[in-house]
């Protein structure tokens, strides 16, 4: 406190106080970290609220000052998928004695069944998968993908991307039908036994439109009655918890469902008749011949015969839900890690998984196409572009590039040491393969692997177009 009995004020550094010293600009002190404050400038502190990516400190954390870097940080620290498929592959942590229910032990022993393959199988199962993974795949969409391509106009080319985004959610009906469903019986879990009742009868309603394919009713029905049933809810409680998040996704799935009407992708495919895109005459066609001819496609017929994905899916959400022990809850949740990091608006790759067995032997491979892939800078037409990751049980790892650049067809294999030491042979035989399959042969090395080969090694020029663009997070 002041000293009030002193005739006179202190002068500042000849007083006996020693707990006070003036602040120094030029103090080298790192230590100090001045408080947050946009109305005024502070000298420089060590105060940093950029995390770096070098960082292991804070390598575990969300990246805020980016969506793009956060996704790269988490492609970065995803899970070994490879690994976690092997451990599914080998049976590993499916006895009932694990903590498994028997019942999910039971199906995914038969899952595992289904996946012992032979030759002839195994390259049906590739072949599904790389159709089934291909939505806007044929000689139509090749048609529309030529257009855009060529095109100068951008009113022209936003009506390409108009009828594709219509056509994306038209095809997913089922998918956003039986999504929208299961929202609302989570929310039903999260609302008081009097609101959750009159949500269960709106759903059970809605099952009933599901049935009778009326697209039109569900949506009044959403957004005349679920919508204000809801609203009311947080209104009068305040509640802007799981409900509330619970129907903003369903908001989104809403708008997805109406965009995916038949009547606006009818007018938006007629729309495109008028450009002369197709070689073809298609203004004759019906309403439901152009139905038809959207419908029967390689990606609905291999949607359709697909087995492997609907079954991995209900069994990884058995398995995340309880009925999974803690081995195969931790292997289904590195599985499914990896595909959603896989599946990000940022990765422009298609991605295939495929896992199998081959003579007793489990082996997961792992495979990340660029169809388009720009080469040498842009200096030469787009060629495909594939990067292949498989694990072989109880002989190692391998790595592989393929690069169809300049009309021929390169290889860069890296595999275990133990494999390496024939690798004239192996590029010899790899070669005549290549051959064999009309392909002209490019480059082809084999050699032992020192360090896994990943995305932006095979793709160095992925993400450019992302990084030139504008990324913020709000």
Known sequence: MPEILRPTNPVPGYDNVSGRQPINPQDPNTNIRNIVDPNRVTRGDQRSDQQQAGDASVSHRVRYESNFLTFLQRMANSPDSASAMLRLLQGQGLQVSSGITAGLAEELQAFLEMLKMDEASLTKFLQNQLQSGQRFG???FAALRNAFNTSQSEMFRTEILQFLRQYSDWSSTEH????????LYDMTRSLPSHWANQLTDLAALMENGIAARDRQGNLDLLRGQVFPLISDYVRRTHDHGMA???LS???LDIVRYENGSESSLIQAFRHLGNYNIFKADLNGLSDADILRLLSDTE???ASKSDNFTQRFIDLAQRSLQGEGGTAAQ???RSLMSSILINESVYMPLQHLMLPFRWEDKAVFSEMWVDPDAEHSGGQEAPAPRLLIKMDVEGVGPFDLVID???GKTSLMISCPQEVAVFSGDISRDLTDILTRNGLSPGDVRVSAMKKPINISDAFPNLFQ????GVDVKV
């Not at 177009?465 to 030139?468: I, Q, T």
């Open 404 to 406: 169809g650049a300049g």
């Open 244 to 246: 509330r998040g619970l």
């Open 330 to 332: 931790d292997i289904f």
């Open 249 to 251: 996704m369903l908001t």
């Open 176 to 183: 956003l039908e039986s999504r929208m469903l299961r929202t």
């Open 138 to 140: 044929g000689a139509l």
């Open 299 to 301: 990606f609905s017929k």
């Open 465 to 468: 177009e992302v990084k030139s």
